[in-house]
């Protein structure tokens, strides 16, 4: 099982030709499930861009110290990052220095010229990682792959990109609550956009608990629309039980296709067959593990 | 566009300078540093101030619109360079992300001074042609850079060799990892980590694997490499190491001979900052059918056809007319007229006119003859006072006046709009009297708009009084605002003419009244009481 061939073909089947991968929490396997896509991208032919929402692809974790993988392309890929975070040798060719500011400097579009290691260091704003996107294209990328943070993930939202959910073990006591939290993120990155023939509430901000129930009181079988996923402000068995009540939708839906797990966190390890055909079971989407080249 | 002394903050509020700079504002940093320089010309520089203004009244005959968007569009695409040339200049080695703005920048100039050949001194110079010679070679594609072999043997040299110690070790290490996933029955390694489960190994683990981790289903492994590949992999390490080595080497030595370029491409970008502050000034004049203004020694402000753009712009876009003015003004006079007969953009007029001409630009009038002042001020309506919202209207107003008259120099040019409207009408007159002499005694000229009457004759000074209404609006009574304003603008005369008197006749104000849908009985009570106050004074 080729985790990147196979997280390429699902994204072919959905129409896409960009992906994203988004991750949970820190040690998700996000970076190691976007080299495998960048892997086997690159392996086809294609000419790859790369860009983070916010920072990745540091050698050691620069929040918490933790070993972390570094991201390792191909000469020929395109990275759009931070200028502060190109290493100077090998030298790359510097495509485009655009006027985004980013963490770490302004944002920067090079060719790899010689296989290397990089940073990336993308821009933090939703119409950032557009522009940033939209310029690796222009400067030859028939296929772009961002590895982004979950908390960033409004950036994608409405947008054209195959999105890939990474999950990791750590941050939760039991497999059934992390099998819980995984099964109701999924379920609110999925969210589908509004049926125009039916009447919906919408709201301009967030959906928390509180709003939630007094829709449900106020509104029978009503459709809630919200702006995006990140607007709903529930998660694990809460928003489990929200969607049991109300017909949740968004304006600017992601697409989600698959999930990839990382079963051995840093705090914590899951078994990893029952971690990923528990995950798959619950949020019903093929899931990849990198780790084992396995999937359910 | 230097104001401090020239035109405070409430004065610039109220004609909406910030209107005027978006207006002209040139399209790169270059440009957008030389307007913020521009300085006001003065009394006694009329000669200069004129020469500026017809220059680009000139070109704005001479560039089409196509061109002008063109450079705009070139400008616009000029990087910022000023971080890469301070690091080149203190010694320090460029980064290529350096070089590739230099290139560009050197690009942006080339295509500037194409454009502007024919018209006015390029912005290249012998100093960018060889700076951009001097990078060309790291050209990649029509706009990126590479620090490309070419630059030096050495560098080439150390990069075919690294080249082949990469290859060597990567051949060694796919060979150990082909074997790992060959053994694990794989078809690759994705991971560098990758996890391998107990039950499916049926020959144990094979030998290149390092195990991170044990657990009793699985094991974490790395791959491990042999001493072969580890020896290789020093060997692409140090070939790397050569690769660095070699490219600072090269990056240095360019740095070295871009230095010697740096004051030629500082001047060099210093012009480009005035051709581009010259097209924003050329296609404003164009955009707004300005005219050079012919510059007088005395203070005056005397126009034919003038407008006030901010306002023409938004009726422009509107669909709807608008009616320019002409003013001869050499005094402090006072201005008169009906609510919405135009007093207060006529003043705003001759403030934007003057403001224009003496940053030495073109004015938006058929013809101007303006005299160069020493500040411009604005008090009343539209000039909100500085000392916030605990005093009443007109304390606000009396401590902006203060203010103005403790720092307004001679020669000033000021428009006081309704000054003291706020309150007792007899002492509201005698304070503008007061204060039309104190102006007067400083030199200063502008107007004075109101509608308290006698003051022109007390103070004795011109008269000036906007036309009014021809004849009562026909339009009936609506809530329609913009139908009303439509009436309202065919039955206004707004032109500005000097008279003897004010003609206290017209109920211009009831009939406003009137055509805002004030009730109708109201209206017929008003004009019978003022009819009757009208009688009685004659």
């Not at chain 2, 978006?22 to 004129?50: D, K, V």
């Not at chain 2, 910022?80 to 080695?93: C, K, T, Y």
């Not at chain 2, 072999?149 to 796919?174: C, G, H, M, N, V």
């Not at chain 2, 871009?258 to 050329?282: F, K, M, N, P, S």
Request: net charge negative; hydrophobic share 50%; aromatic share 6%.
């Amino acid at each position: 099982m080729m985790v990147g061939e196979a997280l390429l073909a699902l994204a072919e089947r959905a129409a896409c030709v960009d992906l994203a991968v988004v991750g949970t929490a820190k040690n998700a396997g996000k970076t190691v499930t976007a080299k495998a896509i960048m892997q086997a991208a690159q392996l086809r032919g294609d000419v790859i861009g790369v860009t983070s929402i916010g920072r990745d692809g540091e050698a050691v974790d620069s929040s918490d110290n933790g070993r972390k993988p570094r991201l390792y392309l191909q000469r020929g890929a395109l990275v759009a990052t931070a200028l502060g975070v190109f290493s100077p040798s090998p030298a790359l060719e510097f495509l485009d220095i655009t006027d985004r500011v980013t963490a770490a400097g302004t944002l920067a579009i090079a060719r790899l010229r010689t296989d290397g290691f990089v940073e990336l260091v993308g821009p933090p704003t939703a119409a950032g990682i557009r522009d940033a996107l939209r310029r690796l294209h222009r400067c030859g990328a028939t296929r772009t792959i961002l590895d982004g943070a979950l908390d960033r993930v409004a950036a994608l939202a409405g947008g054209s990109e195959a999105v890939v959910v990474a999950v990791g073990a750590s941050g939760v006591s039991t497999l059934g609550e992390a099998l819980d939290d995984i099964a109701a993120l999924v379920a609110k990155l999925s969210l589908p956009p509004p049926d125009p023939d039916r009447v919906a509430v919408r709201l301009d901000g967030a959906l928390t608990a509180a709003r939630a129930m007094e829709i449900a009181r106020d509104h029978r079988d009503a459709v809630v629309v919200v702006r995006d996923p990140t607007q709903v402000a529930l998660s694990g068995k809460a928003l489990l039980g929200l969607f049991d009540r109300l017909d949740v939708r968004v304006e600017r839906p992601l697409r989600v296709i698959a999930v990839s797990i990382a079963s051995i966190g840093r705090d914590r390890t899951f078994a990893p067959r029952e971690f990923l055909h528990g995950v798959a079971r619950r949020t019903q989407l093929p899931t990849f593990d990198v780790y084992a080249g396995a999937a359910a | 566009m230097k104001l401090t002394g020239f035109l405070d903050d409430a004065s610039a509020q109220a004609i909406d300078v910030a209107w005027f700079r978006n207006a002209l504002l040139p399209a790169s940093e270059y440009g957008r540093r030389a307007f913020e320089a521009m300085q006001p010309f003065g009394p006694g520089q009329q000669q200069a101030a004129a020469t500026s203004a017809r220059r680009i009244a000139d070109l704005a005959t001479q560039l089409d619109d196509e061109r002008i968007d063109a450079l705009r569009e070139c400008l616009a695409q000029t990087p910022e360079i000023s971080d890469s040339i301070a690091r080149i200049s203190v010694g320090r080695v460029p980064l290529d992300s350096d070089l590739l703005l230099l290139l560009r920048a050197c690009d942006a100039m080339s295509r500037v001074d194409i454009l502007v050949a024919p018209f006015c001194a390029p912005c290249g110079s012998d100093a960018t042609r060889a700076l951009s010679a001097l990078i060309e070679r790291g050209r990649s594609g029509r706009y990126g850079f590479y620090l490309d072999a070419t630059f030096d043997d050495r560098l080439r040299e150390a990069r075919i060799a690294y080249e082949a110690a990469a290859s060597a070790f990567e051949l060694a290490r796919s060979r150990i990892a082909s074997g790992v996933a060959q053994h694990l029955g794989r078809e690759r390694i994705e991971s560098d980590e990758f996890i391998v489960m107990r039950d499916t190994l049926t020959n144990g683990l094979p030998q290149s694997v390092h195990i991170i981790r044990e657990a009793p289903t699985y094991f974490l492994c790395e791959l491990e490499l042999d001493e072969a590949a580890i020896v290789l992999l020093a060997a692409r390490d140090a070939a790397l190491a050569t690769v660095a080595q070699e490219e600072t080497a090269v990056r240095d030595r360019i740095g070295a001979q871009i230095r010697a370029y740096l004051d030629g491409l500082d001047a060099a970008l210093t012009r480009l900052g005035e051709i581009d502050l010259l097209v924003a000034q050329v296609r404003f004049t164009r955009r707004f059918g300005c005219v050079a203004p012919d510059f007088c020694a005395e203070a005056n402000v005397a126009f034919v056809g003038g407008r006030y753009l901010p306002l023409h712009d938004e009726l422009r876009a509107q669909g709807r007319h608008y009616v320019k003015i002409d003013v001869d003004l050499d005094t402090l006079a006072v201005l008169t007229g009906p609510n919405m007969g135009g007093k207060s953009v006529c003043l705003r007029t001759c403030a934007s006119i003057a403001f224009l001409a003496a940053f030495g630009l073109p004015v938006p009038a058929d013809s101007a003859r303006i005299g160069l002042f020493t500040s411009i001020a604005w008090l009343g309506i539209g000039a909100e006072s500085a000392h916030g919202g605990l005093f009443s209207a007109f304390a606000g107003e009396v401590l902006r006046l203060r203010d103005l008259l403790s720092t307004m120099s001679e020669n000033g040019l000021i428009f006081i709009d309704e000054f003291a409207r706020t309150t007792n009408p007899a002492e509201g007159v005698a304070l503008l009297v007061a204060i039309i002499a104190s102006l007067r005694r400083r030199g200063c000229i502008g107007f004075v708009a109101t509608h308290l009457a006698g003051i022109a004759a007390a103070a004795d000074t011109a008269h000036f009084a906007v036309r009014g209404l021809r004849d009562v609006p026909k339009h009936a009574a609506s809530q329609d605002l913009a139908a009303v304003l439509s009436a309202l603008g065919d039955a206004m005369d707004y032109r500005i003419s000097r008279v003897a008197r004010a003609d206290a006749s017209h109920a211009d104000a009831i009939a406003l009244a009137g055509l805002l849908g004030i009730d109708a009985r109201i209206i017929n009570e008003a004009y019978a009481a003022f009819n009757a106050a009208h009688d009685e004074k004659a």
